[in-house]
């Protein structure tokens, strides 16, 4: 009998645990009612006179080997626990983390920009709330003036100077009002038009604005700028220019570009034609530059206003106008762009 408990002191000694039940297990089968212990000290009064004392001893040493054993378990399990990183799964795969894309209307935005800045233009901003001045009167647009209908304005009630701004030709005038020749910018920007919203236009869209005054500028200098910039765009050369009427030029040109009719979309906004007009251009007429502070006797230059939505539904294949306004993240995340 003395052998067997010497068995159980060495299997207590060697016992290990994971979990407060295994500890608990091992207390009840030792130190229990009805444990083992339990059981050898009710024996204790059959064990032979001259083997008391050892067998005392015996069931001594186990009893406090195993309960030396359940508070040293408990302790480490304690310990563990408070321990927060040990419920953590390093194996665990990572969540995956999406990434943001840019709108497509600044990528286009973006790409043009970098096709003007590599031939020296810088980027100008004005504001979207605008006062009669700077995007009517002062690009030789006076009140009352005929061809003030070809953008139906949103005033501001209360104050008919104020207005939502129609075209992004206000800020060449902030420009030139605050920049001595020669001028090289474009301004890129959103503008707002009375218009009914439809598949192929909405009441506010993007335009880009540009701007070149310097001594000798000659419409050969727009012609050739326009081109070029095409040409980066779109990867195709064909553009043309139809002669044309705004009231801040002269003379005046309807920019379009050859595209090609390949898909649906190409159709639906191209009208079937295969071109599309991309915006109007022109020299600057005497008036606006006179008007800004620039002498023009000595300086002259060219402005155009190319509108971005349209590019970039066709660059993108959007077929429709209202997508690019709407935040539909399905829409939104086909676009990647390193721009
Ligand atoms: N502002 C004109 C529009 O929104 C576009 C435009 C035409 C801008 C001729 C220009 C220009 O700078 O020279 O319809």
Not at 51 to 61: L, R, V
Not at 91 to 111: A, D, F, L, W, Y
């Amino acid at each position: 009998m003395i052998d067997k408990i010497k068995e159980l002191i060495a299997e207590a000694e060697a016992f290990k645990a994971q979990t407060k039940e295994e500890v608990e297990a091992f207390r009840i089968k030792y130190l229990g009612k009805k444990g083992l212990l339990n059981e050898y000290f009710a024996e204790f009064k059959n064990v032979a006179n001259d083997q008391k004392k050892e067998f005392g001893q015996a069931i001594n040493t186990l009893k406090n080997t195993a309960q030396d054993k359940v508070n040293a378990l408990k302790a480490e399990l304690e310990n563990a626990s408070d321990n927060s990183t040990s419920n953590l799964d390093l194996s665990r795969p990572g969540e995956p983390i999406t990434i943001g894309s840019r709108h497509p209307i600044s990528i286009v935005k973006n790409q043009i920009i970098d096709i003007f800045s590599n031939i020296g233009f810088n980027v100008s901003e004005g504001p979207e709330i605008e006062d009669d001045w700077h995007n009517f009167t002062a690009l030789n647009l006076p009140e009352y003036h005929p061809a003030r209908d070809m953008q139906d304005t949103f005033f501001i009630q209360t104050n008919p100077d104020i207005l939502l701004r129609t075209h992004t030709s206000s800020v060449q005038v902030r420009y030139m009002e605050n920049n001595p020749p020669p001028i090289r910018t474009i301004s890129p920007g959103r503008v707002y038009r009375n218009e009914a919203i439809s598949a192929r236009s909405h009441c506010f869209f993007h335009q880009v604005e540009g701007l070149y005054i310097d001594k000798d500028v000659s419409f050969a200098d727009l012609k050739q700028t326009l081109q070029y910039f095409t040409t980066e765009l779109f990867g195709k050369a064909k553009i043309r220019l139809r002669p044309s009427y705004f009231p801040f030029t002269e003379p005046s040109a309807e920019v379009d570009v050859y595209w090609g009719l390949e898909t649906e979309t190409d159709y639906k906004i191209t009208k079937g034609t295969g071109w599309l007009e991309i915006g109007g251009c022109g020299m600057v007429d005497p008036n606006v530059l006179t008007n800004c502070g620039i002498d023009a006797e000595e300086y002259s230059g060219f402005a155009f206003g190319v509108g971005i939505d349209r590019i970039a539904m066709l660059l993108h294949q959007i077929s429709d106008i209202r997508l690019l306004s709407e935040n539909d993240v399905r829409f939104l995340e086909q676009f990647k762009s390193a721009l």
